[in-house]
């Protein structure tokens, strides 16, 4: 059983039986305080804003290890499966470290930020816009053209692919960045799914 429901547990008995036994003694001075952890547990525990936050804290500390900091980073990304936590990485400041996290000499945090950055702008025009502005785009092309492990590189076309999607401004930078042998001629619509997977497409092929 977790530590805190345990505790408020114990409490709820001992100031049940403190009420029993004397009922005049069961006063609030009389009865025995709750500690935090079962004042958390009694309260619910951290918000899932507190947790992303704090997923984040551990994918960057030097302190833990890249087992536990992928098991952060799998939280993170269920949690902004949801539209409202997706949208919330602006305002609690995790944009900038997610993208950085493109870039990270550990391929396993670079899948896992790639991931992160799909799942957040799948069919969500705000959170495109805030990926776009902090840098994520030239960063998902290079890791679509030069990654050389397939599973990361899976990963990027996938945030790459939901990032342009239905948003213009994400598929005309998306194309200024990509290498002019893959670089389609004329503007291509964002709206255009039928262009946009073919270039997609000729992403996914191995680099020659």
Not at 60 to 70: C, H, M, T, V, Y
Not at 76 to 103: C, H, K, M, R, Y
Not at 122 to 135: I, L, S
Request: glycine share 6%; charged share 25%; with cysteine.
């Amino acid at each position: 059983m977790d530590p805190g429901l345990n505790q408020l547990l114990q409490w709820s008995i001992e100031n049940s039986d403190v009420s029993k036994s004397n009922p005049v003694s069961a006063s609030p001075a009389a009865m025995r305080p709750l500690d935090a952890a079962a004042l958390k547990a009694l309260m619910g525990g951290p918000s899932e804003a507190d947790m992303m936050r704090e997923s984040m804290a551990a994918i960057q500390s030097a302190d833990i290890s890249l087992d536990n900091k992928l098991v952060a980073f799998d939280n993170l990304e269920q949690l902004i499966e949801s539209l409202d936590n997706a949208n919330n990485l602006e305002p609690l400041g995790l944009w900038a470290p997610l993208v950085g996290l493109l870039g990270h000499e550990e391929g396993e945090l670079r899948r896992m930020a790639a991931w992160c950055v799909g799942t957040a702008v799948q069919n969500n025009v705000k959170a495109q816009e805030r990926a776009m502005v902090v840098g994520a785009i030239p960063m998902l092309v290079k890791m679509t053209v030069e990654e050389t492990q397939e599973t990361i590189k899976r990963k990027a076309i996938y945030a790459l692919s939901s990032e342009v999607r239905n948003y213009q401004p994400a598929i005309d930078e998306a194309i200024k960045a990509l290498p002019e042998a893959l670089r389609p001629t004329g503007q291509v619509d964002a709206g255009d799914m039928d262009t946009i997977d073919e270039l997609i497409e000729k992403l996914r092929q191995p680099s020659s």
